[in-house]
């Protein structure tokens, strides 16, 4: 089956509705985010709107219109200034869209975008359960480092966090893992 078309574009203000409504159904699955409240789309814009300087929030486009079919998140790892070399990011994508190759190519250029930005040292916190995310991280050179044990409590259960760090390759020439061979 051949790819379908998508492109990645910064986020709009525009875009927040449909952002919000598809980071619900993690919400509602309770299987990728401690969040436990449907979002409104006035709460996405605020993320959009809050962004820091070195944080970035994407959308992935498909289908024949270019509807916002996934989205992504860099976020500053940590305040401190002895982590300004380190951010956290976050897909998401439509539930009845996976598997199409729109989260792995959220990803890549989620790890495009933080070598621009000037970051050398990725994180993903993913619910140790949900073995699709680890795996699609791991393909993309992250590494499982550790579990935060009990660390969420959701509807009454207490949930694992899986740490996967990723190293970027920024400025050595080394390529982003999973992505094309610099020229």
Known sequence: ???????IRKATMRDADRI??????????????MD???????????WIEKQGP?????VVE?????????????KTYHPRP???VAAETSVYVDRSLTGQGHGSAMQHRLM???RELGYHHLVA???????GSIRMHERFGYERVGIQHEIGFVDGERLDVAILQCVLGGGTGKPVPGGPAPA
């Open 20 to 33: 919000a409504r598809i980071y619900n159904q993690s919400i509602r699955l309770r299987d990728a985010t």
């Open 54 to 58: 070195r944080e970035d929030l994407l």
């Open 125 to 131: 916190k993913i619910w140790a359960g949900n073995d």
């Open 82 to 84: 002895g982590y300004a």
């Open 36 to 46: 436990t409240d449907d979002l409104a789309a006035s709460d996405v814009a605020l």
């Open 112 to 114: 495009e975008r933080c």
């Open 1 to 7: 089956m051949p790819e379908p078309e998508r492109r």
């Open 62 to 74: 498909s289908g024949d219109e270019f509807a916002v079919v996934g989205w992504g998140i860099i």
